[in-house]
């Protein structure tokens, strides 16, 4: 078997890979489209549940969702970046390393663990008690590896001579990573950032020790309450309500809108990163 031929097996077998990865996941939308349209209505967006959630909406999910989301990400986000600038533009040697060795290590702790830890530091020993700020804190925890990683992996595609220009025409070092290695990375990191909101969106164990409420159809009026969440409101749904085959269709939208908000949100990173790479070309 010659070369051409070893590489003719070797594509039909990625495009075969491609292929079954994708109908998985068309497979798996298309279930979840199917069993939750039906639920979908405005009311269901814009009303809390009702009948030991048998009926009604799902808006306080909803919005708690959203708070967290944004919550972790203000934390999450400017300490994941800065530490990344300093692990791949100042540090060195050995200090360096035992950051990354900690940082692939604390992402590969299961999501529980980060809840657990945010009960015992947040809720317990801060005083913060279940809360939007005991939630974030711990999601941004959970998602500040993949953050530190994706950033510092674009910081690295960023040439060298952008770098060294730069300091050739008499920037200082911080001047060049703010306004040339930056702006040079930031449809990457931008990629990276919807990772996370994509993981967070998502994470049922870290909010159940720290923010999640079984049930609470009211909006949250400051960072120390508790919220509905739509992660833990589908598992509760699924497995404990008062009526589970009743909800049943209640969890197939929930599941719809969720997916809906994720993608969503990354519609928008998408644009934003797309004007970011417009605006880079163009300078």
């Not at 549940?49 to 967290?68: E, K, S, Y």
């Not at 005083?127 to 999601?139: E, M, N, P, Q, V």
């Amino acid at each position: 078997m010659n070369r051409k031929h070893k590489q003719i097996i070797a594509f039909t077998a990625f495009r075969i890979v491609g292929i079954i990865v994708v109908a998985l996941l068309i497979w798996i939308l298309g279930f979840i489209i199917y069993n939750g349209a039906g639920t979908l209505s405005i009311d269901f967006i814009t009303t809390s549940p009702t009948d030991g959630m048998t009926n009604g909406g799902i808006f306080p999910a909803i919005v708690g969702t959203l708070c967290l989301i944004a919550g972790s990400m203000i934390f999450a986000f400017p300490l994941g970046v800065m530490s990344a600038i300093y692990t791949n533009e100042y540090g060195k040697g050995l200090i360096v390393r035992i950051i990354r060795i900690m940082t692939n290590n604390l992402g590969g702790v299961p999501s529980i663990v980060f809840g657990l830890f945010g009960m015992s530091l947040f809720v317990n020993t801060l005083g913060f008690g279940d809360s939007i700020l005991a939630g974030s804190l711990t999601l941004g925890l959970l998602t500040l590896p993949l953050v530190i990683r994706t950033t510092e992996e674009a910081l690295k595609a960023v040439p060298d001579s952008y770098r060294s220009s730069s300091l050739a025409l008499g920037a200082t070092k911080l001047q060049t990573i703010r306004h040339i290695v930056l702006p040079a990375a930031s449809p990457n990191i931008i990629t990276g950032l919807i990772l996370s909101i994509g993981r967070v969106s998502g994470e049922t164990a870290p909010i159940l020790f720290t923010v999640a409420a079984y049930f609470l159809p009211k909006l949250p009026t400051s960072i120390f309450d508790q919220v509905m969440a739509l992660p833990y409101h589908l598992y509760v749904l699924a497995t404990s309500g008062t009526d589970i085959e009743a909800s049943r269709p209640l969890a197939y939208g929930t599941a719809l809108v969720l997916i809906a908000i994720v993608l969503l949100m990354n519609i928008v990173a998408a644009i934003i990163r797309r004007k970011f790479e417009k605006n880079l070309i163009t300078n």
